[in-house]
């Protein structure tokens, strides 16, 4: 029997494996074990509420990409179904979103005509395109490249796409044509259009735009008011939408509101989403691909920065890679069932958190909610006016866009706030992909500018401590024929040239000086470059008669050093702590007394 237990523990262990990367690639695997009536209820509690908001969000959405309204309510059935398999976060609401539904209006229109066939291909390939593309980036774990995108360029971005999809919409509660592509021509447009603006689509944009309004700031309080309680209350302000939606379609029905020129959705077909195939066409895929990465990326940053947050106030946890994996396949389901690009929506996902959604299967239920609209409630909306769901639009979006953070980031870092500033201006006056492109580049360049350009201080010792700050900031003690120079970065080749030129200018500036001594305790690497600057300090010093020494230096970085010739070739020591270095090398008032290459011993 003892012969056969090795192979019985390794037969557990392959099975736990197996286990452990099944769920990690399948999620459902894992809440669904513990899934029971309780949390049934509760998950379907959520799907009704979130339903409710999602199909006039869904019309709007589709309406702002330039797409059919009943394409949002494709993209808001099988997506949520695949999210629900393979995300990690349990109360992740996925579906179509203002900022992506405007990137895919950007992209599509510039390889086709809205309206046309060939658009709602595009709008599908993208999907197909985005979806591949996550899902690729998830099996490598490549969530981190997320982090090209800064929050001030985020920031920037979200704030200037909130200002163009609010611009655009305005025509719909003129009830006028305009257009264009960035914010002078959309505003040009619609100043030399606003004298043909329809009275009677006024009626209804403005006073809808206005309840909407104060369904998001006023109704709440006021509810509380007559005596609800206040998540009930929160819970049926967001109906609002739905509640705008039923006024507009019965002011339409009653005041025979089309036959003045007020745009009206008019048919939309019934029925579940057809089956989709994107295009294979390879120049096709040559113009959406690069729209494509920036929409999965955008998408990604947005849905993740949303999960974290909701799952940090259950203690719950995600998976960012798992998570791209996740996003990835509700694109590629919602490409296949007709759809456009979706991610994680923020206020549909509060609502669903706040409505006490305890697994992704809420998402699953609220996907049935919107198939059943698409079957029998879809007749309904023939009347319903364009300018209603560009009022929801407005609304939506103008909660987006930030007025305060250009103004914390001009006291807190100059730096970001140009970036903040010129993500901005490019994305208004150049367009959404250009924003993000050199949003990109504008943080990456301020980042090689900064690194470039690290942080180091002369410092001294604090009198009756063995602390060592600035000696700007602190009254220290200091010793002429010392120097100490703390670095706070690691030492790569983007800031060894100006450590090698900020150590020499010191040195020539003190004519009495003897000794240098490098702290390094803020320093976790050096690359082949910071150690070819650290050489030709060594060698300019000794030419010079100083001493060079180093302190505090990390255990990983002591174990490379010490497999070059640095350490033989240094004229001076290395010393555990920076209070020993200062304490020795004080005493010593020239060179010929500092033993060179003597190492201090239990280096850490």
């Known amino acids: 029997m003892p012969a056969d237990l090795p192979a019985s523990g390794a037969s557990i262990s392959a099975g736990g494996k197996s286990s452990s990367l099944l769920a990690r690639y399948l999620p459902i695997t894992e809440w669904g074990r513990t899934y029971n009536r309780a949390v049934l209820a509760n998950d379907l509690v959520a799907a009704v509420i979130v339903t409710i908001m999602l199909i006039p969000q869904s019309l709007a959405y589709a309406l702002l990409a330039g797409l059919p309204p009943v394409v949002g309510l494709y993209a808001s059935i099988l997506p949520l179904v695949a999210y629900a398999i393979f995300g990690t976060s349990r109360t992740l609401a996925v579906g179509p979103v203002a900022v992506v539904s405007l990137m895919t209006a950007s992209a599509a229109g510039a390889v086709a005509a809205q309206g046309s066939p060939e658009y709602l291909e595009a709008a599908i390939t993208l999907a197909a395109l985005s979806g591949i593309m996550l899902a690729i980036l998830g099996f490598l774990r490549l969530g981190f490249l997320a982090n090209l995108l800064s929050h001030p360029v985020i920031s920037g971005f979200i704030t200037a796409s909130g200002l163009l999809i609010a611009t655009s919409q305005l025509k719909h509660i003129l009830g006028v044509d305009a257009g264009g592509d960035n914010w002078p021509d959309m505003l040009g447009s619609l100043a030399g259009s606003i004298g043909q603006a329809n009275v009677a689509t006024l009626a209804i944009g403005i006073p809808a735009t206005l309840f909407l309004f104060w369904v998001r700031k006023g109704a709440k309080p006021a509810l509380v008011a007559v005596g609800l309680k206040p998540r009930t209350a929160e819970l049926i302000v967001k109906a609002g939408p739905v509640a ?19 745009n009206l959705v008019g048919a939309i077909p019934s029925g579940l989403p057809p089956f989709a195939v994107p295009s294979t066409d390879l120049a096709l895929i040559e113009k959406l691909w690069v729209p494509a990465l920036l929409i999965s990326i955008i998408g990604f940053v947005e849905s993740v920065s949303v999960a974290q947050t909701l799952a940090a106030k259950r203690r719950q946890r995600i998976a960012p890679d ?33 409505a006490g959604a305890e697994t992704p299967a809420a998402g699953a239920y609220t996907a049935v909610g919107i198939g059943l609209a698409s079957l029998f409630l879809t007749p309904l909306l023939f009347s319903l006016p364009i300018a209603t769901l560009a009022a929801t639009i407005i609304v939506a979006v103008l909660s987006l866009v930030d007025l305060k953070t250009p103004g914390q980031l001009w006291r807190y870092s100059k730096a970001d706030f140009a970036a903040h500033i010129a993500t901005i201006g490019i994305t208004l006056m150049a367009g959404v992909e250009m924003g993000v492109i050199s949003g990109v580049g504008v943080g990456l360049m301020l980042y090689l500018w900064r690194a470039s350009r690290p942080h180091a201080a002369i410092v001294g010792r604090v009198p009756e401590t063995e602390h060592f700050r600035n000696v700007d900031r602190h009254d220290v003690f200091t010793v002429p024929h010392v120097l100490s120079i703390r670095i706070d970065e690691s030492l790569t080749y983007l800031n060894a040239r100006w450590l090698e030129e900020y150590v020499l200018e010191r040195v020539a500036e003190r004519p009495a000086l003897r000794h240098i001594i490098l702290m390094c305790s803020a320093v976790n690497e050096i690359d082949a470059s910071g ?42 020591r290395v010393f555990l702590s920076q209070n020993r270095a200062f304490a020795e090398l004080a005493k010593d008032d020239g060179l010929g007394t500092a033993a060179p290459n003597d190492m201090a011993r239990g280096m850490i």
């Open 322 to 354: 798992q998570e791209l994996i996740g996003l990835g396949a509700s694109n590629i389901a919602s490409a296949l069932s007709g759809g456009y690009p979706v991610t994680g929506g923020f206020a549909r996902s509060v609502v669903n958190f706040d």
């Open 531 to 572: 150690l070819e600057s650290l050489e030709a300090i060594n060698h300019r010093l000794t030419d010079a008669r100083v001493g060079m020494h180093l302190s505090e230096v990390k255990g990983p970085v002591m174990d490379r050093l010490k497999r070059t010739r640095f350490i033989d070739e240094l004229n001076g």
């Open 244 to 262: 705008a939606v039923a006024l507009t379609i019965l002011a339409v029905l009653l005041f025979d509101l089309g036959a003045k020129g007020v």
